[in-house]
């Protein structure tokens, strides 16, 4: 068998795999996070989400419902630089998003069965 004919062979049998996986994960809530920061963020948005005195003052002056907040989490980018994942009980992470054209910091900690929100900055 030559060279070219084992190619075709393996790409026919890889494209067959991908459209068979396809079919069987399409319309499931599949999602692949392997890396980091998708991973900390899937913990984060699938807690309990409360907010502090401080941070909850910030979200009513810009009016800023709770779904809203969880799809900027989603959408954000965590600065491990700035953040502390190590710190006990609960790790802080500072979380970048945006909305409505302005740039956002949010500060959280992250604990076993909730996260809360200590601190929304608006940044310039």
């Known amino acids: 068998m030559k060279l070219i004919q084992r ?3 393996y790409l026919g049998g890889f494209s067959l795999g991908l459209i068979i996986l396809a079919f069987f994960l399409n319309g499931k809530k599949t999602s692949c996070s392997y890396g ?18 401080h941070a909850n003052k910030v979200i009513k002056s810009i009016s ?12 954000g980018d965590i ?13 802080i992470y500072l979380i970048e998003g945006q ?6 910091l949010i500060t959280i ?11 929304f900055k ?3």
Request: charged share 30%; hydrophobic share 30%.
């Open 36 to 53: 980091p920061e998708s991973r900390v963020l899937k913990n984060i948005t699938s807690k309990k989400i409360i907010t502090t005195n």
């Open 109 to 119: 900690e992250n604990c076993d069965s909730i996260a809360t929100i200590t601190d």
């Open 7 to 9: 190619i075709g062979y």
């Open 79 to 91: 600065d491990f630089s700035k953040s502390d994942p190590r710190n006990k009980p609960c790790g």
């Open 64 to 75: 800023i419902d709770s779904n809203l907040i969880r799809s900027i989490m989603k959408k």
């Open 99 to 104: 909305l409505k054209e302005q740039n956002l």
């Open 122 to 124: 608006i940044l310039k």
